[in-house]
């Protein structure tokens, strides 16, 4: 019962590590999604919003052109990242529901045994007494 009561108890170990692995993955790209939207909030403050006069330096040479192409530019490129790290997420999800499911049922056994061994060692001291 004690060896099969460790061997418990290194399967719920293994679990405990599996979810805790699996959580700070999504930790980790949850915190990549959070800088990812932060960025995209930070480029659609770069666009002009107020008219620019006609003898404005900057349009006139056609930079202002070129600067909001790359900020459009970066921007998809951004949503692109943004679309695949929420794929993972989800990926990272699913994958961490099983793996809770499965140290739920490691904890539920290792409680079952434990139970069991109480019982039976309760049962050989009210027997030989």
């Known amino acids: 019962m004690t060896r099969r009561l460790g061997r418990i ?10 979810l805790r692995a699996a ?5 980790a790209l949850k915190a990549k999604e959070a ?6 909030i930070a480029l659609s403050g770069q ?4 008219p620019r006069p006609l003898h404005d330096p900057a349009l006139v040479a056609g930079a202002d052109l070129r600067w909001q192409r790359w900020v459009d530019q970066r921007r998809a ?5 943004l679309a695949q790290v929420m ?11 099983g793996l809770f499911g499965r140290d739920q049922a490691a ?19 009210d027997y030989e007494s």
């Open 9 to 18: 108890t290194d399967l719920q170990n293994l679990t405990d590590l599996a």
């Open 23 to 27: 959580q700070a993955d999504l930790a």
């Open 35 to 40: 800088d990812l939207r932060q960025n995209l």
């Open 47 to 50: 666009k002009t919003r107020d």
């Open 77 to 81: 490129a951004i949503n692109a990242e």
């Open 87 to 97: 794929a993972l997420i989800d990926n990272s999800q699913r994958r961490l529901r």
């Open 107 to 125: 904890r539920a056994l290792a409680d079952q045994v434990r139970k069991d061994r109480m019982r039976l060692m309760r049962r050989a001291t």
